[in-house]
């Protein structure tokens, strides 16, 4: 069975800095996709960065420049790295793996940024 497992939230002010963790355990194969998706409150989900177990990576408009997101294979982990955080930056981020067809969420966490 595969676990998603987040980790890093928490209360920030403007322009500062966080580190997100995700770790995927049970049946994972090499060829996944894993990603941090964000929900603001009273907004739909939307990506905010995925990469490819290769290390292609794709992030939104509005986060590029400011947020990283990095991958160790071995550990079926993944990172978002948030600098100059915004008061829009502030949602439930989620993280999600993606095998083939198949999606696995984790159960979030929380991010909020204080001016």
């Known amino acids: 069975q595969v676990q998603v497992v987040e980790s890093g939230?928490?209360?920030v002010m403007v322009g500062g800095s966080l580190r997100l963790s995700c770790t995927a355990s049970?049946?994972?194969t090499s060829n996944s996709r894993m990603g941090w998706y964000r929900q603001a409150a009273g907004k739909q989900r939307e990506l905010v960065a995925d990469i490819t177990s290769?290390?292609?990576t794709n992030y939104?408009?509005?986060v590029k420049g400011r947020f990283t997101i990095s991958r160790d294979n071995a550990?079926?982990?993944v990172y978002l790295q948030m600098n100059s955080l915004k008061p829009e930056d502030t949602a439930v981020y989620?993280?999600?793996?993606?095998?083939?067809?198949?999606?696995y969420w984790g159960?979030?966490?929380q991010v909020t940024v204080s001016s």
């Open 9 to 11: 939230g928490g209360l």
């Open 26 to 28: 049970g049946i994972i």
């Open 54 to 56: 290769g290390g292609s």
């Open 60 to 62: 939104a408009d509005s």
């Open 75 to 77: 550990k079926n982990t």
């Open 94 to 103: 989620y993280c999600r793996l993606q095998i083939s067809y198949s999606m």
């Open 107 to 109: 159960q979030g966490t």
